[in-house]
T-cell receptor
Framework: GAGVSQSPSNKVTEKGKDVELRCDPI?????LYWYRQSLGQGLEFLIY????????KSGLPSDRFSAERTGGSVSTLTIQRTQQEDSAVYLC?????????????FGDGTRLSIL | AQSVTQLGSHVSVSEGALVLLRCNYS??????LFWYVQYPNQGLQLLLK??????LVKGINGFEAEFKKSETSFHLTKPSAHMSDAAEYFC??????????????FGQGTILTVHP
């Protein structure tokens, strides 16, 4: 079946603008994760969802970042008032359920560039 | 908290040579360990995982890894490198329980170059 789908694949925007990144997980996967990949910081965990709930938001770098998930499916990561340090690749992953042993399946990411 | 250290940010081998990518982890509870591969402009693809049971795990594309608890290591190997193995490889750890259930903590990545 289809894998994890992310859109847009690339996004260029001006500093101070808001952006929305979308993730469509594998059908039937209840767990959804967001990570950020940047040159300086490597791969960092941002937030995860179990169903529509986000038990762990500890990785969100500031209150400009928020995320939601609706219908236990699609998730949106929103960054308000973007800054240049937000430039990175944002990766979404899903797994059948939460539990450390479940492998996560990744999308191809959204490459975000802040001018 | 968990952490992962990958020794060597760049590894270069000749085609047909042994591939060895090193990973050491730190975890206060039994870990689950993963290796992922990333090709340019793509997401991460699972190579293999260790959860419980047999400590030598085999993955896709001829890769395997051995969990050594005493050495807190999970090194990735492949007997004979192929040009198509050139990519970046990430070791990752997760644990069960707690508020970060299933969250992956990644190493810094190792870029593998394969020479003809």
């Amino acid at each position: 079946g289809a894998g994890v789908s992310q859109s847009p694949s690339n996004k260029v925007t001006e500093k101070g603008k808001d952006v929305e990144l979308r993730c469509d997980p594998i059908s039937g996967h209840t767990a959804l994760y967001w990570y950020r990949q940047s040159l300086g910081q490597g791969l960092e965990f941002l937030i995860y969802f179990q169903g529509n709930s986000a038990p762990d938001k500890s990785g969100l770098p500031s209150d400009r970042f928020s995320a939601e998930r609706t219908g236990g499916s699609v998730s949106t990561l929103t960054i308000q008032r973007t800054q240049q340090e937000d430039s990175a690749v944002y990766l979404c992953a899903s797994s059948l359920r939460t539990g450390g042993e479940e492998p996560q399946h990744f999308g191809d990411g959204t490459r975000l560039s802040i001018l | 908290a968990q952490s992962v250290t990958q020794l060597g940010s760049h590894v270069s081998v000749s085609e047909g040579a042994l591939v060895l990518l090193r990973c050491n982890y730190s975890s206060s509870v039994p870990p689950y360990l993963f290796w992922y591969v990333q090709y340019p402009n793509q997401g991460l693809q699972l190579l293999l995982k260790y959860t419980t049971g047999a400590t030598l795990v085999k993955g896709i594309n001829g890769f395997e890894a051995e969990f050594k608890k005493s050495e807190t290591s999970f090194h990735l190997t492949k007997p004979s490198a192929h040009m198509s193995d050139a990519a970046e490889y990430f070791c990752a750890v997760s644990v069960a329980g707690g508020t970060s259930y299933g969250k992956l903590t990644f190493g810094q990545g190792t870029i593998l170059t394969v020479h003809p």
